[in-house]
């Protein structure tokens, strides 16, 4: 026998020896804990296990609840993001918060104007605008006062802030001006038979009240060559009212060849056209200049107090030319039938 | 459902502090556990009583931590129960180590868990069982844990370089001397 089939055959017994042991200590895996055992302490476990998790105090079970332990499951990258969004957008939240009671020579303060031009920009109503305008020189005049109430006041920021509120104050003037640039719809009366013919004229005459004041915020103000409503409006010709016994069939004639003269129609096509100035909106230029004239002689808090008015009037002014657009085409073609004076005739 | 996805499910719920998952783990590692610490104190009771402790407290050590030290739940209670027979044998040292040393004399001494089971019957010989149990005895300890985890338990040479926090190839020597010292004695006894 040659030596390496010598060794082999030693190698051959050896690996048998250790694969029998391996064989007879597997076998020792029949030792087990009993069945009563492992039953009864399970059951001890599972009660433990229960009542443990009841006993845990309040403080545990708030850590527990609160604690962030379900961000471990997510992917971190994810987790990264979420966080750095969160503390830029708190940060950002937070920084526009501090800011906002900031006064020239303070870190912050480059925030609070670098916020209002932001807002500035991002507004496209011109009434919002002309709103915040006064806001920011409401702002200016604001800080104007606290900054001269500090006794190591700054000339030199003083002079700023009167020249910061100048032009913000110049702004929002323009913003009103604008607002008032607004050109009103052209009214053009209707032929009654274009109406609905299913109205009483009981409700055309409801509506026609209605219509009226609305326009009434325009009347009276001939001096700005406004006069939507006289100049549709013509007296009765005696033949053209019809009594209510006669019951009959109303006929309107056409608003433009009865009711006007040729050389009026285009007055007045050309006065519906021009700007409408309201009295809020002029009121709130009057403010406005009021407001510059009380800071030029330093008195603050009746500036700031004419700011808020000229604001006030503003938002009035919004919600005035709300109502305007509302008024529809019916309402000047009714105007005519009231005037008329047909208010218990039926129309067909 | 295959063993390693059943016990990785297990184990994901702990995490979650499921209580239901806990009495699914027992159920599956109760056996084991229980083997482990009995070849470790070398008593029926003993083992019995800290394979208890050993649940308790691996639940109350889910309580508290988050297992991101741990890949597996059968780590993880490996650990605990050689922590636990670490405490007590330091708590009883005298009495763990009489039961370890001395007590392998007679094959009566070796509370082998549950004589109704008919242990004896199951395997080739009473004479090869008897002897192997002593000499498993006489082992020592380190070695006698490496055999028990390798060859009765079956755990993978990962799994048992992460319960003996040691590489995989000192796992591997150690398997390798504590068969052949094993190997030595049962010779020995022939």
Redesign the interface.
């Known amino acids: 026998m040659r030596i390496s089939e010598c060794r082999t055959l030693l190698f051959y017994l050896y690996y048998m ?2 694969k029998e ?2 064989v ?11 069945a009563k ?2 039953e009864a ?2 059951s ?3 009660n ?3 009542s ?2 009841s006993h845990l105090g309040v403080r545990e079970t708030v850590k ?1 609840k609160l604690s962030l ?1 379900w961000l ?1 499951n997510l992917p971190q990258p994810a987790v990264a993001v979420f966080l750095i969004v969160m503390v830029i957008m708190g940060g950002g939240v937070m920084s526009i918060k501090a800011a906002k009671d900031s006064i020239p020579g303070e870190t912050l303060y480059i925030a609070k104007i670098l916020n209002e031009k932001t807002q500035q920009v991002l507004t496209f109503n011109e009434t919002k605008k002309a709103h915040l305008g006064l806001t920011f020189a409401h702002n200016r005049a604001k800080e104007l006062k606290e900054v001269l109430e500090q006794t190591e006041a700054s000339a030199e920021r003083a002079e700023q802030l009167v020249i910061n509120f100048r032009k913000e104050l110049a702004i929002a003037r323009e913003r009103i001006a604008r607002m008032n640039e607004r050109v009103p719809k052209v009214v053009t009366p209707k032929p009654l038979n274009e109406v609905d013919a299913n109205l009483t004229t009981d409700e055309i005459i409801g509506e026609t009240s209605e219509e009226g004041q609305v326009f009434s915020a325009n009347l009276g103000k001939e001096d700005n060559g406004i006069q939507v409503g006289e100049a549709v409006i013509t007296e009765p010709k005696d033949e053209e009212i019809v009594p209510e016994e006669q019951e009959e069939v109303i006929e309107i004639p056409e608003p433009a060849t009865t009711t006007l003269e040729e050389g009026e129609q285009d007055t007045e096509q050309a006065s519906t056209t021009e700007p409408v100035v309201t009295e809020e909106s002029a009121g709130a230029a009057d403010a406005v200049e009021e407001a510059q004239a009380l800071l030029e002689t330093q008195d603050y808090d009746a500036t700031l107090s004419k700011l808020e008015e000229a604001d006030d009037l503003i938002e009035q002014t919004g919600v005035v030319k709300g109502e305007e657009e509302v008024a529809p085409e019916i309402g000047t073609s009714t105007d005519l039938i009231a005037e008329q004076g047909t208010t218990t005739t039926e129309v067909n | 459902m295959p063993q390693d996805i059943k016990e990785k499910q297990i184990f994901f719920r702990l995490k979650k ?1 499921d ?1 239901e998952a ?2 699914l783990a ?2 599956a590692y ?2 084991s556990i ?2 482990f610490v ?1 070849f470790k104190v070398g008593g029926q009771e003993e ?2 009583d800290i ?2 402790q050993v ?2 407290k691996t ?2 050590y889910i ?1 508290n931590n ?1 297992l ?1 030290d741990y890949k597996t739940l059968k780590s993880l209670l490996y650990k605990v129960a050689r922590n636990t027979v670490i405490d007590h044998y330091r708590k009883e040292s005298r009495k763990a180590e009489s039961s370890l040393d001395t007590g392998v004399g007679d094959i009566n001494d070796v509370n ?3 004589p ?2 008919d ?1 004896l019957g ?3 010989t009473k004479a ?2 008897e002897i ?2 002593l000499r ?1 005895c006489d082992l020592k300890n380190e070695y006698r844990e490496a ?1 028990v985890l390798r ?4 755990l993978n040479i990962k799994e048992i370089a992460a319960v003996l926090d040691k590489s995989r190839g000192n796992v591997r020597v150690l398997i390798y001397r504590a ?1 052949k010292a ?2 030595e004695l ?1 010779n020995d006894e022939d």
Do not use: C, H
């Open positions: 020896e250790d042991l391996i007879q200590l597997k076998k020792l895996k029949e030792i087990k804990p009993t055992w492992q302490n399970r001890i476990l599972m433990q296990i229960y443990l998790g527990t332990r471990a | 502090r209580k806990f009495v027992y159920d109760a056996e229980y083997r009995y083992a019995e394979t208890s649940f308790l639940w109350d309580q988050n991101k082998i868990a549950d109704a089971q242990i199951k395997i080739s090869d069982y192997l149990v498993m055999i060859y009765i338990n079956e068969l094993l190997k049962v």
